[in-house]
């Protein structure tokens, strides 16, 4: 309870004046609201977020470039070696800036990335004077890539963004990739074969099989994401 502090009568709570005297009631109980001592961090918006990062990205990208090509004039007069970190400066940003552009759509970025990685290949190879291994090599290994990733874009929209069966297309992409790499790295060295993707393949089988099998059979009767944390 409260007291009127001019006539000292008690009031009831919650009233604001004393109905005696007419007095204004102060409430020592009633802790005033605490003044912030700092001012409140207002963070950004998704697309403002991946903004700023895509410009501080550049603004830092451009900088190591322009920095490794006045090194290489400086010191050997002509451009050199910095073409290949310039290169891969620019397919990084490229990179950056599909994935802020096109954020809502992933297989444009799963394909624009997949050129821009090919066309990485192309001038790393052109630098060496001619074009040799880019086409029957990195070409193929840049499309099996490829293929993976878009393996588990499919998986993960056919599935409705099930957990078991974005990580079994997540293992089969890379036991089926290390297989086709295998073979094509082995073919360009005149001998085509299959040595350790089998390790890779023969590890990535039994979880690819479990998790199958718990999303066709087991899924509706055991909750794996709270067994997992229980």
Known sequence: MAYCSRCGVEVEAGVGACPLCGAPIQRLDEAEPET?????????????????????????????????VGLDVVLNHRFSWSLYPV???????????????????????????????????????????????????????????????????????LSRKSPAMITAAVLLGCGAGSVLIDLLSSAHLRSPSVSWSLIVLGAVAPPVAFLLYFHCRLRARIDLARLLHA
């Open 87 to 157: 290169t891969g400066a620019g397919v990084l940003w490229i990179f950056l800036t599909l994935v802020v552009l096109l954020a809502r759509r992933p297989i444009f970025v799963i394909v624009g990335q997949a050129i821009a990685t090919a066309g990485f290949l192309v001038l790393i190879d052109l630098f060496d004077g001619r074009l040799g291994w880019f086409m029957p090599l990195g070409l193929p290994i840049v499309a099996v890539v490829t293929g993976s990733t878009l393996l588990v874009w499919l998986a993960a929209r």
């Open 36 to 68: 912030p001592r700092y001012p409140a961090v207002v963070r950004p918006a998704g697309r403002q977020a991946r903004l700023l990062t895509w410009m501080v990205s550049t603004v830092a990208l451009l900088s190591a470039a322009l920095t490794f």
